[in-house]
């Protein structure tokens, strides 16, 4: 799983090589220190060398600037990596979630897709940068660390013989634990974001029918849900810091005291015990790393696959059987057409034939929940029928591309919708390079002028999130105007 979604790493690989490469020289050159340092004890202090203290003093100050130096290149290059691995995998959701189609939406509620975009996916960029750090370094510094103490002191190495599987499976233990637990907290925020784009969407019903303090009672909810199943979570993950400081003071106390009786017995120097317990310092830190490296691949495991469901999605309305067929008339053609929703199964329309030729307005009329918004949904394909076919000049819908139906279509939803920017850019959403003349006239033929002339900016007046600041009439003619301005074949409102 979280090699295919590091494969949308792609043009940041170079970082994340590089990064890796600082870091793997940082962890040489700090493990070199204290054998330095050794040296500088048993022979520049030991032998009062003035010359030799210098000497190796100057080699340590080096080194720790050249880690300081790699370890800035290191963190800018993982910040890099990490940042552009989840613009990538945003980019790759939000491009997959334009080819759904109005089924594959309904698999997934909106606050959930919100998040996939953007909590889940900044988890994974998040263990990208600052997970990468720990991962380079807890191997190289292991590997090298424990050569070098085995080096100095061969019997007192053999304590971690003893530490090591101890804190493995106590990491193990928790690891396993965590998992399902991230799961869980990831879909809690689903729940979250539902309940406040819920309220936010429907504030007016809300407060026209006074329900302030059930949406608040409501919210507190899956608020406590969250809270709950994140107190589990990160409960859990911290046991991580206990167990491995419950291994390093045992594994310290059990060197000091083996390492004590080897000084008295004369096997081993003052500054190579020193120099020992720098190590197993080093050693135990850089297994901590890889603990937290563990733990932030288990959540970000979690995600990943929430993000991989978005772009596994089948997509159940495509153009593989479509040839390349131009809307020439824009007549419209219903066939013994019946349909069902997936999840109901019982049929909402039933056997529906008739035919809307080039100039003719149809009106489809019905009480509420006959079907009227289903039956305008099947012609641009926002469903496939499930019996019979809608035709488009002669030619079934199916068998045209998504982009040349859709294209001809001039669509008013029957709740005006309206877009961030200004009067203009919203008429001309349909056709950018509609003229100034022309959707001052398709403003005309909608009735729109008038509220639109009133304005000191006139067609660059703004228009916030949403259209909340026209009226719903107002909205409603922009509405039209902008399907008028697209110059469509059929109009459908």
Known sequence: ??????????????????????????????????????????????????????????????????????????????????????????????????SYSFSNIDHFSVSSLVTRLTSDVTNIQNAVSTGMRPFGRSPVMLIFATSFAFRINSTLALVFLVALPTLAVLLILIIINVGPLYGRMQSAIDQVNRCIQENLTA???VKSYVRGDYEV???????ENLKSESEKAFGTAVLNMPAMQFVMYGTILGILLIGGRLINEGQMMIGQLTSFLSYVLLILNSLMMMSNVFLLMTRSLASAERIMEVIDEKIDITDENAKDIAVAKGEIEFDHVSFAYPEAGENVLTDISFKAKKGQTIAVIGST????????????????????????????????????????????????????????SNLRYGKDDATDAQIEEAASIAQATEFIDSKSAKYDSPIAQGGTNVSGGQKQRLSIARAIAKDPKIYIF
């Open 369 to 424: 929940g006959s079907g009227k918004s289903t039956l305008i949904n099947l012609i641009p394909r926002y469903y496939d029928v499930t019996k019979g076919s809608v035709k488009v000049d002669g030619v079934d819908v199916r068998d045209m591309t998504q982009k040349e139906l859709r294209d001809k279509l001039g669509y008013v939803p029957q709740k005006g919708v309206l877009f961030s920017g200004t009067i203009a």
């Open 203 to 205: 504030i007016r019903v």
């Open 217 to 223: 009672e409501k919210f507190g909810v899956v608020n």
């Open 1 to 98: 799983m979280l090699k295919r979604v590091f494969s949308y790493m792609r043009e940041y690989k170079k970082y994340a090589w590089l990064g890796l490469l600082c870091i793997g020289v940082e962890v040489v050159l700090e493990i070199t220190v204290p054998l330095l340092m050794a040296d500088l004890i048993d022979y520049g202090v030991t032998n009062a060398d003035g010359t030799y203290i210098i000497k190796k003093g100057l080699q340590m100050a080096l080194c720790a600037v050249l880690a300081l130096i790699l370890g800035v290149g290191s963190a800018k290059f993982s910040a890099l990596a990490g940042q552009g691995l989840g613009a990538n995998i945003r980019k790759a959701e939000y491009e997959k979630l334009q």
